[in-house]
C-alpha cells in the first residue's frame, strides 16, 4: 500500500520564513585568505584502495522501516538549517554559510573535530559577516567533506522527524556513522535500510516521486529493482524510478544529482550536454522525455566534460529562501557564458528567491560541488509546510 501522505497547512506560516535579508556575499579577498584545515581530502569517488562495502544477505536480516505515516520532503520545502563538516574547501562553506545565515532564518550546523577546529571555524565565519546566532556545532570526527552521500536522510513519521540511514557507499567508518551520532544526539528515532548507497544518488518532489540512476543495482548486486523500489517506499513513502547512470568516465559518481535538481511540484532542471557527448546526451533527452510525458516542466542548464572533469549547475543547494547555484568562475578555463546561462535558468525556475552563486572552481574536479557538502534538515513539525510552499510558491515570504 502507497504509504506516502501529502501535507497541507492552509494559511499558516512556517515561523522563520518571514523577515529574512538579503543574503550577503563574501568578498573575493576575504575568501582567497582562507587556508584549509585539510586541503586534500579524500575524493567524492572512491580514493586509491577503497573498495564499494557489500551488505551481506545476514546483514540485511532483522531490519524493520517506520510503521507510521511517511513522508520525505523535498529539499525545496521548508528547511530548519543544514548539516556540513568543515575541514576542506573552507572558503566554498564560508560563502554558504554567509549566504545562508544572512538570506533565511534557517540553522548551519557545522561538524567539527574539536574545540580547536571550532574556534577556527567561529573567527572565520565572524570575520566573513555569517549570523553566527544561526549557527551551531557538532564534534565528531568524520572522514571526508561528502555529507549529502553519508549524512542523514530525515523523513516525517507520523509528522515527527526521523532518520533513515543506509550503509555508505565508501570504506570511511566515521562517515557511515555520522547517523547514528546525530541520532542520538538530538534524540531522534533511526530507521536502517539494508541498502549500500551514496546519498547524492537520489532526488524526490513533494508530490512522492523519487528518482536515481541503476548505480544502486551496482552496489546491492542480488537486488532487483522491483526490491529495491520496495524498500524505498517502505522507508521513505517515496515511488521511486531508477534511470540509467552516466558512464564512470564522464562522472566517476554516476549520481542523479550531478544532472538533475527538482526546483518546485513537477518542475526540475535537468542538465544539457553537447551532441558529441552521445551517451551522457542520450540519458539527459531521455529523462526529458520521461518527465515532460509525466506533467513536469524541464529547465535546462549547461553541462560538458573538459580535462576529465564534469562540470554541472544542477549540483546546487536549494534552502528556503536562497538558492546556492555553482559557478566556475575561478577555473582554469572561462566558464563566464555557461555561468550566465545558469543563472539565469535558476533565476527564472526559482521567482522569489534569491540566486546567491558560489564558486564551485575548486571542488568540482573531486568529482562533486555544493551540493554533495551539504544534507538538508527539514522542517517537519509543527507545521510542516508553509501555505504554498510546496509547490514552490514562495509569495508568502515576500
Same mark, same amino acid.
Given at each position: 500500500?502507497?504509504?506516502w501522505?501529502?501535507v497541507?497547512v492552509?494559511?499558516?506560516l512556517v515561523?522563520?520564513?518571514? %523577515?529574512?535579508?538579503e543574503?550577503?556575499r563574501v568578498?573575493? /579577498?576575504?575568501?582567497?585568505s582562507?587556508?584549509?584545515?585539510n586541503?586534500n581530502?579524500l575524493?567524492?569517488g ?6 564499494v562495502?557489500?551488505? /551481506?544477505?545476514?546483514d ?6 517506520p510503521t507510521?505515516v ?5 529539499e525545496?520545502e521548508?528547511n530548519?538549517?543544514m ?5 576542506s574547501?573552507?572558503?566554498?562553506m564560508?560563502?554558504?554559510t554567509?549566504a545562508?545565515?544572512t538570506?533565511?532564518?534557517? *540553522?548551519v550546523?557545522?561538524?567539527v573535530? !574539536?574545540?580547536?577546529?571550532q574556534?577556527s571555524? *567561529?573567527?572565520?565565519?565572524t570575520g566573513a559577516?555569517?549570523d553566527?546566532d544561526?549557527? /551551531?556545532?557538532?564534534?565528531y570526527?568524520t572522514?571526508?567533506?561528502?555529507m549529502?552521500?553519508y ?11 526521523a532518520?533513515v540511514d @543506509? ?8 562517515d ?5 551520532h546525530?541520532s ?6 533511526q530507521?536502517?535500510?539494508p541498502?549500500?548507497?551514496? %546519498?547524492?544518488? #537520489? @532526488?524526490?518532489?513533494?508530490?512522492g ?9 551496482d552496489e546491492?548486486?542480488?537486488l532487483?529493482?522491483?526490491d529495491?523500489e520496495d ?8 515511488d521511486?524510478?531508477?534511470m540509467? !547512470? ?7 559518481t554516476? @549520481? ?7 526546483t518546485?511540484?513537477h518542475e526540475?532542471?535537468i %542538465? ?9 546526451r542520450t ?10 510525458g509525466?506533467g513536469y516542466?524541464?529547465?535546462?542548464t549547461?553541462?560538458w566534460?573538459?580535462g !576529465?572533469?564534469?562540470?554541472t549547475? *544542477?549540483?546546487s543547494?536549494?534552502l528556503?529562501e536562497?538558492?546556492? *547555484?555553482?559557478?566556475f568562475?575561478?577555473?582554469s ?9 545558469a543563472?539565469?535558468?535558476?533565476t527564472?525556475a526559482f521567482?522569489?528567491?534569491q540566486?546567491v ?10 568529482y562533486g560541488?555544493?551540493?554533495c557538502i551539504?544534507m ?8 510542516m #509546510?508553509?501555505d504554498?510552499?510546496?509547490?514552490g ?6
Amino acid at each position: 500500500m502507497h504509504r506516502w501522505l501529502m501535507v497541507l497547512v492552509i494559511g499558516v506560516l512556517v515561523p522563520g520564513l518571514v %523577515g529574512a535579508g538579503e543574503a550577503k556575499r563574501v568578498p573575493q /579577498e576575504y575568501l582567497d585568505s582562507i587556508v584549509d584545515d585539510n586541503p586534500n581530502p579524500l575524493p567524492h569517488g572512491l580514493a586509491p584502495g577503497e573498495t564499494v562495502p557489500v551488505l /551481506e544477505w545476514a546483514d540485511r536480516q532483522g531490519r524493520t522501516p517506520p510503521t507510521g505515516v511517511v513522508r520525505t520532503p523535498a529539499e525545496y520545502e521548508v528547511n530548519d538549517g543544514m548539516l556540513i563538516s568543515w575541514g576542506s574547501y573552507p572558503a566554498l562553506m564560508t560563502e554558504m554559510t554567509v549566504a545562508v545565515t544572512t538570506g533565511t532564518d534557517a *540553522t548551519v550546523w557545522i561538524v567539527v573535530s !574539536g574545540p580547536s577546529q571550532q574556534s577556527s571555524a *567561529t573567527s572565520t565565519l565572524t570575520g566573513a559577516g555569517a549570523d553566527m546566532d544561526q549557527v /551551531e556545532f557538532i564534534t565528531y570526527s568524520t572522514d571526508s567533506p561528502w555529507m549529502r552521500d553519508y549524512g542523514p536522510r530525515f523523513i516525517s513519521e507520523d509528522g515527527e522527524r526521523a532518520i533513515v540511514d @543506509h550503509t555508505y557507499n565508501r570504506s570511511r567508518p566515521n562517515d557511515n556513522l555520522f547517523p547514528d551520532h546525530v541520532s542520538s544526539l538530538w534524540s531522534e528515532p533511526q530507521y536502517d535500510i539494508p541498502l549500500v548507497h551514496g %546519498g547524492g544518488n #537520489f @532526488h524526490l518532489f513533494s508530490n512522492g516521486e523519487a528518482f536515481m540512476t541503476d548505480l544502486i543495482l551496482d552496489e546491492n548486486p542480488g537486488l532487483s529493482e522491483q526490491d529495491v523500489e520496495d524498500l524505498y517506499m517502505d522507508y521513505e513513502g517515496v515511488d521511486l524510478t531508477i534511470m540509467p !547512470g552516466f558512464p564512470t568516465w564522464y562522472d566517476w559518481t554516476q @549520481h542523479i544529482d550531478m544532472w538533475m535538481l527538482p526546483t518546485a511540484d513537477h518542475e526540475v532542471i535537468i %542538465g544539457e550536454y553537447p551532441a558529441s557527448d552521445t551517451e551522457v546526451r542520450t540519458i539527459t533527452e531521455d529523462a526529458v522525455t520521461l518527465l515532460e510525458g509525466r506533467g513536469y516542466t524541464v529547465h535546462r542548464t549547461p553541462g560538458w566534460s573538459s580535462g !576529465g572533469t564534469h562540470y554541472t549547475y *544542477t549540483n546546487s543547494v536549494v534552502l528556503n529562501e536562497v538558492v546556492l *547555484t555553482c559557478q566556475f568562475q575561478n577555473a582554469s578555463s572561462s566558464y563566464a557564458d555557461e555561468d550566465a546561462a545558469a543563472v539565469a535558468t535558476f533565476t527564472a525556475a526559482f521567482p522569489g528567491r534569491q540566486i546567491v552563486p558560489v564558486d564551485c572552481s575548486g571542488i568540482i574536479g573531486n568529482y562533486g560541488a555544493v551540493h554533495c557538502i551539504v544534507m538538508h534538515v527539514p522542517a517537519v513539525d509543527p507545521p510542516m #509546510f508553509a501555505d504554498g510552499f510546496e509547490t514552490g510558491d514562495t509569495s508568502a515570504w515576500e
